[in-house]
């Protein structure tokens, strides 16, 4: 069996669009050129590049002792952070995890995220959760200024050192954000609470391998070394995944197919497809341009989405994350009486069903117009989502030179927030705020 990820493209490229991928692939080159030569837009944030081969065994050390110090005292971690400071852990977490981690007791704390939201009600039943037990914090943030997760440490800070005093927070508080600037780099140096560093160079969506990532992933007591493994193996070895990746999805861009549905049959990976979201969202969409990056859950969503990507408009393409091996097994019994008729698949394994469930699908979406990209992943387990991580990552890259965009910015993200702080008079927006008043008026 292969023990890498692989790209299958033959139930996605035929006829215009087999011409376009062949047309793109010097474009494609250069591309991929201009990345690794950092000669492109953005250059300035190419830190993700090599990161996997360059970290540090300190580093890992370091994260480890600080895992281990939340890990000994704390009932609950609370990660605090949103965008690239929240999508890349959650994912990870939530795809190694046991389904049902949050209703049984087991070792260790259990990791919560908060500051991804400005949900009052998240908030007041996160503090009912906690309040009058033990827990820590990782406050992430590389700006040190965002709001979601500024206005949760505050509430959660306040609350830990009420509770536990201010010798058991400094202890249990990890502050991730920028070497020099920002806010959160001030108040942790004042607070002298643990800090790690996130590079000036790996913009917040590229994030999940340096402490970033690796710190609450390690505080859930996942290995963070199979996962730095894995995507070093990617690192060095994944071109030809990911150019095959890159090409193919701008070739059916390039033939009427606007959106991108990131489709998995494993319940587990439902966050990875909200940090894939992201991090090619945020890269592609500009100028106008960029595949819209959509996700659905299977079997669950054909039983919604399932008539849309089957019949709607035929602008959409999917790529389907295909899963080897399940982690445990479970087998359907025989029932004498077989009154829901179910007795012709009795024995089998319930992955066996999804498998042909997913078989079945592709065959559907291929039949009713929708192209179907296929990534194999051996099983969920650190290496493969090490891998997946940085294969995604790097043809992000080159996916968005491909399409002439700069993909290491995202002033779009910025539009929001004006308007946010001038509705909330933040001091320093005053003209702001008097404009967004008149233009409410009328
Ligand atoms: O990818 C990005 O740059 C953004 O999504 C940021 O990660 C997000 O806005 C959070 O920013 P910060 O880490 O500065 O709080």
Request: a negative charge.
């Given at each position: 069996?292969?023990?890498?990820?692989?790209v299958?493209?033959?139930?996605?490229?035929?006829?215009?669009?087999?011409?376009?991928?062949?047309?793109?692939?010097?474009?494609?080159?250069?591309?991929?050129?201009?990345?690794?030569?950092?000669?492109?837009?953005?250059?300035?944030?190419?830190?993700?590049?090599?990161?996997?081969?360059?970290?540090?065994?300190?580093?890992?050390?370091?994260?480890?002792?600080?895992?281990?110090?939340?890990?000994?005292?704390?009932?609950?971690?609370?990660?605090?952070?949103?965008?690239?400071?929240?999508?890349?852990?959650?994912?990870?977490?939530?795809?190694?995890?046991?389904?049902?981690?949050?209703?049984?007791?087991?070792?260790?704390?259990?990791?919560?995220?908060?500051?991804?939201?400005?949900?009052?009600?998240?908030?007041?039943?996160?503090?009912?959760?906690?309040?009058?037990?033990?827990?820590?914090?990782?406050?992430?943030?590389?700006?040190?200024?965002?709001?979601?997760?500024?206005?949760?440490?505050?509430?959660?800070?306040?609350?830990?050192?009420?509770?536990?005093?201010?010798?058991?927070?400094?202890?249990?508080?990890?502050?991730?954000?920028?070497?020099?600037?920002?806010?959160?780099?001030?108040?942790?140096?004042?607070?002298?609470?643990?800090?790690?560093?996130?590079?000036?160079?790996?913009?917040?969506?590229?994030?999940?391998?340096?402490?970033?990532?690796?710190?609450?992933?390690?505080?859930?007591?996942?290995?963070?070394?199979?996962?730095?493994?894995?995507?070093?193996?990617?690192?060095?070895?994944g071109?030809?995944q990911v150019m095959h990746y890159a090409?193919?999805r701008?070739?059916?861009?390039?033939?009427?197919?606007?959106?991108?549905?990131?489709?998995?049959?494993?319940?587990?990976?439902?966050?990875?497809?909200?940090?894939?979201?992201?991090?090619?969202?945020?890269?592609?969409?500009?100028?106008?341009?960029?595949?819209?990056?959509?996700?659905?859950?299977?079997?669950?969503?054909?039983?919604?989405?399932?008539?849309?990507?089957?019949?709607?408009?035929?602008?959409?393409?999917?790529?389907?994350?295909?899963?080897?091996?399940?982690?445990?097994?479970?087998?359907?019994?025989?029932?004498?009486?077989?009154?829901?008729?179910?007795?012709?698949?009795?024995?089998?394994?319930?992955?066996?069903?999804?498998?042909?469930?997913?078989?079945?699908?592709?065959?559907?979406?291929?039949?009713?117009?929708?192209?179907?990209?296929?990534?194999?992943?051996?099983?969920?387990?650190?290496?493969?989502?090490?891998?997946?991580?940085?294969f995604f990552e790097k043809a992000c890259g080159v996916s968005?030179?491909?399409?002439?965009?700069?993909?290491?910015?995202?002033?779009?993200?910025?539009?929001?927030?004006?308007?946010?702080?001038?509705?909330?008079?933040?001091?320093?927006?005053?003209?702001?705020?008097?404009?967004?008043?008149?233009?409410?008026?009328?």
């Amino acid at each position: 069996m292969n023990d890498k990820i692989q790209v299958i493209s033959k139930y996605a490229l035929d006829g215009n669009a087999l011409k376009s991928a062949e047309a793109l692939r010097m474009t494609a080159m250069a591309a991929k050129q201009t990345l690794e030569s950092g000669s492109g837009a953005g250059n300035d944030f190419l830190g993700w590049l090599h990161l996997p081969s360059s970290i540090d065994e300190q580093l890992l050390q370091d994260i480890e002792r600080s895992a281990a110090q939340l890990r000994s005292e704390c009932e609950y971690v609370i990660s605090i952070g949103i965008g690239g400071s929240y999508l890349g852990a959650k994912a990870v977490i939530e795809a190694l995890s046991d389904h049902f981690a949050a209703y049984k007791s087991g070792n260790g704390p259990k990791v919560l995220f908060a500051g991804s939201n400005i949900g009052e009600d998240y908030l007041y039943d996160m503090m009912d959760l906690v309040r009058g037990h033990k827990f820590g914090i990782i406050v992430i943030s590389k700006s040190g200024t965002t709001t979601e997760p500024g206005i949760a440490f505050r509430i959660f800070k306040d609350m830990l050192e009420k509770q536990e005093g201010k010798a058991f927070a400094q202890r249990n508080i990890v502050a991730v954000t920028d070497a020099r600037r920002g806010a959160l780099r001030g108040l942790a140096t004042q607070e002298g609470y643990a800090t790690y560093v996130i590079p000036d160079d790996v913009g917040g969506r590229f994030s999940v391998l340096t402490p970033v990532g690796l710190l609450p992933i390690a505080v859930a007591g996942f290995d963070i070394r199979a996962l730095v493994a894995g995507a070093v193996e990617m690192e060095k070895e994944g071109d030809e995944q990911v150019m095959h990746y890159a090409i193919a999805r701008n070739a059916l861009y390039k033939n009427g197919k606007k959106i991108e549905v990131l489709a998995n049959f494993s319940p587990r990976l439902h966050f990875i497809a909200e940090w894939w979201k992201q991090l090619y969202g945020e890269s592609e969409g500009k100028g106008h341009k960029g595949i819209f990056p959509a996700s659905v859950d299977f079997t669950t969503d054909l039983h919604s989405m399932g008539q849309m990507i089957q019949d709607g408009e035929r602008t959409l393409f999917e790529t389907v994350l295909s899963v080897g091996d399940q982690q445990h097994e479970v087998i359907i019994p025989r029932d004498e009486e077989d009154l829901d008729g179910l007795n012709y698949i009795a024995g089998k394994n319930v992955d066996y069903v999804n498998k042909m469930a997913e078989l079945g699908t592709r065959l559907a979406h291929v039949d009713g117009g929708v192209p179907n990209l296929i990534i194999t992943m051996p099983t969920v387990n650190e290496r493969y989502l090490g891998q997946l991580i940085y294969f995604f990552e790097k043809a992000c890259g080159v996916s968005g030179y491909i399409l002439g965009v700069n993909p290491f910015d995202q002033p779009g993200v910025e539009a929001y927030k004006k308007n946010m702080f001038a509705l909330l008079e933040k001091p320093g927006h005053e003209q702001a705020t008097a404009q967004i008043k008149a233009r409410l008026k009328n």
